[in-house]
């Protein structure tokens, strides 16, 4: 019989800045990465272009916590001042019993370029969240 490969749940996930653990995160959004493309013809080939691989860029990351300290927002407040700080972010994603690793992402050289809190809102009960847009040079599997 052959062992089935589930793909990994979403659920039990932990993120880490500078290999500290700063609070739970609700959500990680924005993991993308794309490799630009150049047409190139040949001379005398017509029936196919050459296509090379060129840039890759890397969309921004989202980490968005209930708001617990003021951590993040001290974090975007000095590049506003002037005092870039670049951070490795590590995401690492669990089993769904969270107790054995199964995927690791390292975020390389990130910093805050946005920071956004929730409306408030009186006559709401629900949390308040801040959300933190991440630029980077890149990411890869550890």
């Given at each position: 019989m052959v062992a089935r490969n589930d793909p990994f749940r979403v659920f039990r996930f932990l993120v880490?800045?500078?290999?500290?653990?700063?609070?739970?995160?609700?959500?990680?959004?924005?993991?993308?990465?794309?490799?630009k493309v150049e047409a190139r013809r040949?001379?005398?080939?017509?029936?196919?272009?050459?296509k090379?691989?060129?840039?890759?860029?890397?969309?921004?990351?989202?980490?968005?916590?209930?708001?617990?300290?003021?951590y993040l927002l001290r974090w975007h407040q000095d590049v506003?001042?002037?005092?870039?700080?670049?951070r490795t972010v590590t995401i690492v994603v669990y089993d769904e019993t969270g107790t054995r690793e199964t995927w690791r992402w390292l975020v390389e050289r990130a910093?805050?370029?946005?920071?956004?809190?929730t409306d408030l809102d009186a006559a709401s009960g629900?949390?308040?969240?801040?959300s933190v847009?991440?630029?980077?040079?890149?990411f890869r599997r550890a």
């Open positions: 880490e800045i500078d290999s500290v653990q700063r609070g739970g995160f609700a959500r990680v959004k924005g993991m993308s990465r794309e490799t040949e001379g005398g080939v017509n029936d196919y272009e050459h090379l691989a060129t840039m890759t860029s890397y969309g921004n990351v989202v980490l968005e916590r209930g708001l617990a300290d003021d506003i001042d002037g005092k870039v700080e670049r910093y805050p370029v946005k920071w956004t809190g629900a949390v308040l969240v801040e847009e991440l630029t980077h040079h890149g």
